[in-house]
């Protein structure tokens, strides 16, 4: 193993020891000591590597969302309407099934992030926002669309709705059964949000 192997193997070790200090605790109550014991690495080696906890967090996320996206953009197809809504949640909770602590570390990121941290948790999740807009995009197409609604305050408003919806989760994350609760939750949200409960004729 040459010297850029060697970092790489000892960067990837710092990398999954803070995922797994961070889906369990949090950003907050995360402890670098933890992360250190966890990899068997000093402390001046994390630092060398990562200038602060909350770089090392940052990098943390930005692999999450970016192995999710990767994840999904690998796996959907051009389904429409109400099958790619369906495809698109299934896919997600395929994920989070197997990557649990990519799970609790997406949920910590999407709903409490750090207050000083959420602007720049908005820049690593704008590729993950924007292939979410592009499916819904998709959805949207495959039907009739209310001619008084525009598309993009049509997005700006379920965004919001999805965001009501997460704030009710705030205080009961932290399970893998209120994980895939969540998802669940989204899922039948959007679906009423598109298409409505009553059936029509």
Request: some cysteine; proline content about 1%; aromatic content about 10%.
């Amino acid at each position: 193993m040459n010297r850029e192997e060697k970092n790489q193997h000892t960067k990837e070790i710092i990398q999954r020891s803070a995922v797994t200090e961070f889906a369990l605790h949090g950003y907050e109550a995360a402890s670098m000591n933890a992360i250190c014991h966890r990899g068997a690495v000093s402390k001046g080696i994390v630092y060398h590597y990562f200038d602060s906890k909350e770089n090392l967090y940052l990098d943390c996320v930005e692999a999450c969302f970016r192995e999710l996206t990767v994840y999904l953009k690998q796996r959907i197809t051009d389904a429409k309407g109400q099958e790619m809504l369906s495809q698109y949640f299934n896919l997600r909770m395929q994920f989070f099934r197997k990557n649990e602590e990519a799970a609790q570390l997406f949920c910590g990121a999407v709903l409490f992030p750090p207050d000083t941290l959420k602007e720049k948790i908005a820049d690593q999740r704008r590729e993950f926002d924007a292939f979410n807009r592009k499916i819904l995009q998709s959805i949207i197409c495959d039907g009739p669309v209310r001619k008084d609604i525009n598309e993009a305050e049509m997005i700006r408003v379920f965004e919001a709705f999805q965001d009501f919806l997460n704030a009710g989760y705030r205080n009961v994350i932290g399970h893998k059964e209120n994980l895939l609760r969540h998802e669940i939750d989204c899922h039948n949200a959007l679906s009423i949000f598109l298409y409505g409960i009553i059936k029509r004729k």
